[in-house]
């Protein structure tokens, strides 16, 4: 038995109501506390229950088989997205060195002409290269370590966003370790946001109709 992800209507995690990092033992028993709660034997309006039943049942299937969720978790919208800067090795650094390179002055003239054109730099004025380094921060650590650090990663994706909230690379993975983290409404934000900012973004796309309350 293998997933044919165009059949997948909604996040089995959500379904559950469990994180994507929770254990097998914490599953089952999301499973078991839901099936009792929504069987239609034990429910007076079985027509209502017994979707939701089928709902619950489906979703157990697949995060309850180690394979099944193994390949779900690996379905290409699930991944980390690495910036084209990142990947050709531009941004690459040691995350975890103290040694910090000063920044470089501008020319005093150019700045001149700069304020004249366009005015003063306002506050939350977007920082690509920031965005950068905390995208490559976290992406390190996520590719690094388990999910004990998931909080850590998140951290640094939202460092990411703040600093470039049009960047889509900073805000997918953003969204992405919220999802990670069980903070589906959350994650929810990030992809409409994408998908503003980028309408032909499928993944993210998808995402939002994965985690929608209405399909």
């Known amino acids: 038995m293998s997933l044919n992800p165009m059949t997948i209507k909604k996040d089995f995690y959500k379904i559950l109501g469990v994180k994507p990092t929770d254990t097998a033992d914490s599953i089952k028993k999301a499973y078991h506390c839901l099936a009792k709660k929504y ?34 978790d690996h379905l290409s919208i699930f991944q980390w997205r690495v910036p084209p800067q990142i990947k050709s090795g531009m ?74 909230p049009e960047n889509v690379f900073a805000l997918y993975d953003y969204g992405l370790a919220l999802y990670k983290n069980g903070k589906f409404r959350e994650a929810q934000a990030q992809f409409a946001k994408i998908a503003q900012l980028s309408p032909r973004d499928g993944d993210s796309t998808r995402l939002l109709a994965l985690l929608s309350d209405n399909t």
């Open 39 to 72: 069987h239609p034997d034990l429910n007076r309006d079985r027509c209502a229950t017994q979707d939701r039943m089928k709902e619950i049942t489906s979703a157990y299937e697949v995060l309850g088989n180690s394979s099944l969720r193994k390949e779900y």
């Open 91 to 164: 941004a690459y650094f040691e995350p975890f060195s103290k040694k910090k390179v000063p920044p470089k002055k501008e020319n005093a003239f150019l700045r001149k002409l700069r304020v004249m054109f366009l005015g003063p730099d306002k506050p939350g004025a977007r920082d690509s290269q920031s965005c950068i380094m905390y995208l490559s921060m976290g992406l390190t650590i996520a590719q690094s370590y388990d999910s004990s650090v998931s909080e850590e990663v998140e951290k640094h994706f939202e460092l990411a966003v703040t600093n470039d």
